[in-house]
């Protein structure tokens, strides 16, 4: 038992991801588990419905929840003072809870297997193999450029996280 538990702290380290004496996930955390949130909000409408957390499922953990799983998921997350789940799904707020509960629960693998799966390594930096697949070489005589469709996702984007509403 001792080497096991050895081993898992060695293979899934808490320390990156959670403070025990505030019982606070950590800022990177938060930041890598927020951008899991977005990448798995396919319609981007700030909440995980059904079908995206099954999809989210699917993709870290091999296998799918039936709706009994999923409703008693949403249960857990509603039974909390914030505001986790909406009538359309599971909010940040919430995405972020079960993830405190894992490591509540000492289940410190589901988290690393949801931040390997999109890349993170155990410093909650994007791995250098995700890295590498973006090319940003061009040649001297060209630049970027975004199209309007690129534009106007990046304002919508910018705008939905804008919480103060000052575009800043």
Same mark, same amino acid.
């Given at each position: 038992?001792?080497?096991?538990?050895?081993?898992?702290?060695?293979?899934?380290?808490?320390?990156?991801?959670?403070?025990?004496? &505030?019982?606070?996930?950590?800022?990177?955390?938060?930041?890598?588990?927020?951008?899991?949130?977005?990448?798995?909000? $396919?319609?981007?409408?700030?909440?995980?419905?059904?079908?995206?957390?099954?999809?989210?499922?699917?993709?870290?953990? *091999?296998?799918?929840?039936?709706?009994?799983?999923?409703?008693?998921?949403?249960?857990?997350?509603?039974?909390?003072?914030?505001?986790?789940?909406?009538?359309? *799904?599971?909010?940040? &707020?919430?995405?972020?809870?079960?993830?405190?509960?894992?490591?509540?629960?000492?289940?410190? /693998?589901?988290?690393?297997?949801?931040?390997?799966?999109?890349?993170?390594?155990? *410093?909650?930096?994007?791995?250098? /193999?995700?890295?590498?697949?973006?090319?940003?070489?061009?040649?001297?005589?060209?630049?970027? /450029?975004?199209?309007? $469709?690129?534009?106007?996702?990046?304002?919508?984007?910018?705008?939905?996280?804008?919480?103060?509403?000052?575009?800043?």
């Amino acid at each position: 038992d001792v080497f096991t538990y050895a081993l898992k702290s060695v293979l899934f380290p808490l320390q990156p991801l959670y403070d025990r004496q &505030e019982k606070l996930l950590r800022p990177l955390s938060i930041r890598a588990l927020k951008r899991v949130f977005v990448m798995c909000d $396919a319609d981007g409408d700030g909440v995980l419905n059904d079908l995206e957390l099954n999809a989210f499922q699917e993709a870290c953990f *091999g296998m799918s929840l039936d709706e009994a799983e999923l409703q008693h998921v949403k249960q857990i997350v509603a039974a909390q003072p914030l505001v986790g789940v909406t009538p359309d *799904g599971v909010t940040l &707020e919430g995405f972020l809870y079960l993830h405190v509960l894992f490591i509540e629960r000492g289940r410190l /693998e589901s988290i690393w297997a949801v931040l390997r799966k999109f890349g993170y390594n155990d *410093g909650l930096l994007l791995c250098d /193999e995700v890295l590498d697949q973006v090319n940003f070489s061009l040649a001297p005589d060209q630049v970027w /450029e975004l199209s309007d $469709a690129a534009l106007s996702f990046l304002v919508h984007q910018f705008q939905s996280y804008d919480v103060e509403g000052d575009n800043t």
